[in-house]
């Protein structure tokens, strides 16, 4: 896999520590998250060889969207953006699915996995 695959699993795995450590005032034992994520495409046809594959390998809702430039004259640059269905997350289960969401991108597209956020489902 290409250099930029190690760093950004690198840089996403200590940022999930951090990320967890803020989360786990707000959970509770039965606590289930939505996550969301990003990707950054560098054109439309990899923004949608990646949500292609992520719809025919997941449950994911996720969709490819054209990012608005200021400059009429720019490049359009293309993100994928998606939500997880709720599920109950640990720190492991966490560090597995955002290595295989980064090698998915780096693989499918390729895109750059961009991040993730935390939705509160609520207990179960």
């Known amino acids: 896999m290409a250099e930029w695959y190690e760093q950004l699993l690198e840089l996403q795995l200590r940022a999930n520590r951090d990320i967890w450590a803020d989360l ?3 959970l509770g034992a ?25 719809r025919a ?16 004259q720019a490049e359009q640059s293309w993100f994928v953006m998606g939500t997880t269905q709720p599920t109950p997350v640990t720190l492991e289960l966490l560090d597995d699915w955002a290595e295989w969401m980064i090698a998915a991108g780096a693989v499918h597209g390729p895109c750059a996995f961009d991040g993730w956020s935390a939705q509160l489902v609520g207990d179960a």
């Open 24 to 26: 786990q005032e707000h």
């Open 57 to 72: 390998e997941t449950d994911y809702d996720v969709d490819a969207h054209a990012r608005e430039e200021d400059d009429p």
């Open 30 to 54: 039965d606590t289930q998250l939505r996550l969301g994520f990003i990707y950054l495409a560098p054109g439309e046809p990899e923004a949608r060889e990646l949500v292609a594959f992520l």
